[in-house]
């Protein structure tokens, strides 16, 4: 009994060193009312408390494993000390599947990074999460959506009136919301031009932000209201009512910044790298932004690389983004700017150190490696102790 707990302590203590440093929320993922053939996604949130990076490593198990993916898909991600790794559970079902409960698990596990770039022999593969996946198919249709946001942006005389709406879809089909617009006057009494959302098909469990626009030719200068009506099976579901202003030509300043850049630092030889500008819309004007970069070694100028074009809303964050494949190894610059509006910011830089040993194949290689030594160690340690009996 004493060599069984003693298993049972070492065992815990090999797992936890860096375990309780991490966690998930929610702590399972459950798809309710599904149809045949449907399509569903829940986010998750992978969080790291501890002051270590991590390499994090998933694996689905159990009847449902075949129809579930993941968004990241969890191979070799880091997860930085102190920060969180948000990610898409997706479930597909075939047509023909039967009513009920299906089930799968996803185990989360994780290795020291900081262990590793140090050489040191104390880096331990550590299981550390089990996340259940709980799938229930209905034989039902649904259709179901609700008006989760509704943004208006003044305009100068003539230029279109910018309008964001966000839409839920909390069925489990496939369908296209039914979305009008109207422009009434200040005092709600006329409407001086209607409109339809134009949107394309939702899937079920997911929310997309539909970003258009109405005409306010011939309006004068003063204030308005935008009206949006929403409509499910011929009758309405919401309204809302969100006040604007028309203003003279050139009255809006138009600013942004370039906020972030994120490349990889380290990549190897045929690598492709996903380069992200993120802009940030600091005007009170709808802005359409795209970014730009230089790519450089040794002072030589290799490439132009762009993202395509995005409209940024006003006080919003727009991610662009561009990918530019690295061939040789070398120590690589990007230069970047953002243009808009006929403007560019300024420029920043980052720098990629090429390799010609890809590090994320020898990590793979050192991850499954240590599982298979924890595993031999256990396994010899349970069995000594029972000899010893």
Partial sequence: MKA??????????????????????????SFNNMARGGYSEKVLVLSNAGSTDLLVVAKIDGQAASWVALQPNLVNNTLGKESNLPFKVKVMLPPDI??????????????????????SSGAK??????????????????????????????AEKDEPVEYTVSVKN???VQFIPNITVEILSKDKSTALNTGQVDMAPILPSTEEVIRSSISSEGLKIGS???????????KIIAKKEIDFKILEAGSISIEGVFSDLIIARKAAPGDKLKITAYFNNTCLKVLQAQSNCEVLTSGKLLDNVESKELRVDPGEQGELVSYYTVVNPGQYEFRCIVNYQNKKTSV????????????????????YLLIALTTIVLAYTLYSRYRRR
């Fill in 348 to 367: 920043v830089e980052k720098f990629v150190s090429v390799e010609s040993e890809s590090q994320m194949d020898y990590l793979s290689y050192l991850i």
């Fill in 4 to 29: 069984k707990t003693s298993l049972i302590t070492l065992l815990i203590l090999l797992m936890s060193q860096n375990a309780l440093s991490i966690g998930i929320s929610p702590g399972e993922a």
């Fill in 224 to 234: 308005y209201w935008l009206k949006l009506t929403a409509y499910n099976k011929g």
């Fill in 98 to 119: 039967n009513i009920g409960r299906y089930n799968a698990t996803l185990t989360i596990s994780t290795i020291n990074l900081e262990a590793f770039s140090g050489g």
């Fill in 125 to 154: 593969f550590m299981p550390g999460l089990t996340v259940p996946i709980k799938i229930d198919v209905t034989g039902e249709e649904l259709i179901n959506y609700e008006i989760k946001g509704f943004t208006v942006s003044d």
């Fill in 170 to 172: 909390n069925g489990n």
